[in-house]
């Protein structure tokens, strides 16, 4: 199957920083890929739909101006946290869409202090 | 509010056994239905699939029944394995959408 990574696959930060984590299909090109969110004994929930050269499409209640999503090629989307706060820290995971199905990332664990 | 419900959060069987997890769902749009396996710290694998125009679809060991009159879908697993102890999501997608909308997850754990 297609196998999508993310980076870093965890990461602490202080209150106030901005956090990247990277998304990359590895073996295949991905137009359109998805980001989520979990929260422990939670399910997954989607955040946001990028889309390759493109502005994404964010989920209701969702900011846009916090979750900065840029998906620049084919096989990149990152994922940008500003001004992270305690509350953000979470298990953020990618999926990629290819030939109908979404293959999805290993997730980044974010703690912010 | 949940669309996607898995009302048992935890499941523990014994290996051999079956094992059968149950979702629900309130939207009567969802068009395709999914199951997730998952393990902690990784993200989700896709297992079996069925669409909203069948009542079963079965893989191997994996079963999927759907009841759409129900609202009801439910994964078999037959015989279970202790390599298949995990997390187990069911997902829905609307029509003509990319968009998944997962349940809370249940964990399976099975026993020798």
């Known amino acids: 199957g297609a196998v999508v990574s993310q980076h870093p696959s965890w990461v602490i930060c202080k209150s106030g920083t901005s956090v990247k984590i990277e998304c990359r299909s590895l073996?295949?090109?991905?137009?359109?890929m998805f980001w989520y969110r979990q929260f422990p004994k939670q399910s997954l929930m989607l955040m946001a739909t990028?889309?390759?050269?493109?502005?994404?499409?964010?989920e209701q209640g969702v900011e846009k101006d916090k979750f900065l999503i840029n998906h620049a090629s084919l096989t990149l989307s990152t994922l940008t946290v500003t001004s992270a706060h305690p509350e953000d820290s979470s298990f953020y995971i990618c999926?990629?869409?290819?030939?109908?199905?979404?293959?999805f990332g290993p997730g980044t664990r974010l703690t912010v202090l | 509010d949940q669309q996607v419900k898995q009302n048992s959060p935890s499941l523990s069987v014994q290996e051999g056994r079956i094992s059968i997890l149950n979702c629900d769902y309130t939207?009567?749009?969802?068009?395709?239905f999914l199951w997730y396996k998952k393990y902690p710290a990784e993200g989700p694998t896709f297992l079996i699939s069925?669409?909203?125009?069948?009542d079963k679809n079965e893989d191997g060991r994996f079963t999927v029944f759907l009841n759409k009159s129900a609202k009801h879908l439910s994964l078999h697993i037959v015989p279970s394995q202790p390599g298949d102890s995990a997390v187990y999501f069911c997902a829905a997608t609307l029509y003509n959408t990319d968009k998944l909308i997962f349940g809370t997850g249940t964990r399976l754990q099975v026993f020798p």
């Open positions: 939207n009567s749009m969802f068009d395709y």
């Open positions: 073996d295949f090109q991905a137009t359109t």
């Open positions: 990028s889309n390759e050269g493109s502005k994404a499409t964010y």
């Open positions: 999926s990629a869409r290819a030939n109908n199905e979404q293959f």
């Open positions: 069925i669409s909203s125009i069948k």
